[in-house]
C-alpha cells in the first residue's frame, strides 16, 4: 500500500497497515493460567525484565527482518514489543506473586524503559520493595525515533527489601555498560555477570527469563519451554 497524499492522508492511511499488521502478529497471553507457579524456594538476587505493554505501539525495528513484515509494499522495518513475546500490562504484572520468592533480605534488579519508569517503580513497590537507585544504564550503542530525544539508553533499576545481602563481592562494578543491541528485548549478559560480581555466594532467580545462565535459577514462558503461541488473524 502506497503511503500517498498529505500528510494527514498518511498517517490515516498508515494506522490501518498498522492495525492489520498488528492482529495478524501480536501474541496473546492470558495471566495466570499459563505462567509456572513460582518456585518454592526464596532468593537474595531477583533479576527480571518485565514484558511491559506499549499498547500496540508500532515503531521502526533494525532487530526484525522485511520476511517479518509481509504486509509491507516498502523496504521498511517496523516493529512490536506484543509481536515478540507476550506483554502485561502493570495491573498483571502485580499479581505476579515476587514477594512469596524473596528473601528477609533481597534485592530486586528490573529493567525498564524510560516510558516504563514510574510504571517499573509502581511494580517494585508492589511487589514489596522500596526504590534505591538505577543500577546500570544501558548504552545500546544504536537509537530509535523518540517524540523528545533520540532514545539511546535502557534502565535498570534496583531496589532493596530489608537489608542488603551480605557478604558482598565486588565494589567496583560500573554503572555504565556499553554494548551493541542484538535480539529484540535482549539484555547484555555484561549486566547479569556484574550482579553476580557483586553478590557471588547468594540465591538469585532470574524471572521472565528467555535462556537458562548458569548459577541462576529462571522462571518464565520462554525459560520452561519454547512458547506456542497462536497468532490472532486478521
Known sequence: MELNGTNGDRRKTGYS????????????????????????????????????DYGGKMQFDKSSTLTENPHFARPVFISSAEFKYPTLKLEQL????????????CLLFMWTSSPHLAQAINL???????????????????HNPGKYTLSNCELCLVFKHGRIPLPR???????????????????????????????????????FARDMPEGWDVW????????????TPP
Not at 513497590?125 to 534505591?132: C, L, S, T, V
Not at 560500573?174 to 543491541?181: N, S, Y
Request: glycine residues 4%; aromatic residues 10%.
Open 169 to 207: 563481592g565486588a565494589r567496583n562494578v560500573q554503572q555504565l555498560v556499553r554494548a551493541p543491541r542484538t535480539r529484540h528485548s535482549e539484555k547484555p549478559d555484561e549486566v547479569r555477570n556484574a550482579i553476580v560480581r557483586m553478590w557471588p555466594t547468594q540465591d538469585r532467580i532470574e524471572l
Open 94 to 105: 502485580a499479581q505476579v506473586r515476587v514477594q512469596d520468592i524473596c528473601k528477609q533480605d
Open 124 to 142: 517494585g513497590e508492589a511487589w514489596g520493595f522500596q526504590y534505591r537507585t538505577v543500577a546500570f544504564v544501558w548504552d545500546k550503542m544504536c
Open 17 to 52: 497497515v498498522y492495525n492489520v499488521e498488528q492482529q495478524l502478529r501480536r501474541r496473546i497471553q492470558p495471566l495466570p493460567d499459563t505462567y509456572p507457579p513460582m518456585p518454592q524456594k526464596r532468593y537474595d538476587i531477583i533479576y527480571c525484565d518485565p514484558p511491559w
Open 220 to 231: 518464565g514462558l520462554e525459560a520452561e519451554e519454547p512458547a506456542d503461541f497462536e497468532l
